[in-house]
């Protein structure tokens, strides 16, 4: 059973940063695409970015391009997220997800074709 744990979230300023982990196990961390996704109250949960079985290849939601780095450590099973320039419309529960790399496609799939999730951890940029 794939575990998926995340950490780093908090509260900060508008203009300051954040850098989100998400500590997987359970199963072999390298053969998944892995994302960061996002959901404020009242909001769809949204992809904010995502990232390939061996990290060669990321997406981001236009929103955070700029901003964010998504990266990963798979000899450490653990993925990232570097949060900078934040602003107050980036407050919202970040949760991170898995999606087996056996399965076609893996960027900008959305929150429906991820099928492993983490419990979230909240973010919130205050102005």
């Known amino acids: 059973q794939v575990q998926l744990v995340e950490s780093g979230g908090g509260s900060v300023q508008a203009g300051g940063s954040l850098r989100l982990s998400c500590a997987a196990s359970g199963y072999a961390y390298g053969g998944y695409c892995m994302g960061w996704f996002r959901q404020a109250p009242g909001k769809e949960r949204e992809e904010v970015a995502s990232?390939?079985?061996?990290?060669?290849?990321?997406h981001y939601v236009d929103s955070v391009k700029g901003r964010f780095t998504i990266s990963r450590d798979n000899a450490k099973n653990t993925l990232f997220l570097q949060m900078n320039s934040l602003k107050p419309e980036d407050t919202a529960m970040y949760y991170c997800?898995?999606?087996?790399?056996?399965?076609?496609?893996?960027?900008?799939?959305?929150?429906?074709?991820?099928?492993?999730w983490g419990q979230g951890t909240q973010v919130t940029v205050s102005s």
């Open positions: 997800a898995a999606r087996s790399s056996f399965l076609p496609g893996c960027l900008g799939m959305g929150a429906v074709n991820f099928h492993y």
């Open positions: 990232i390939d079985d061996i990290g060669g290849s990321t």
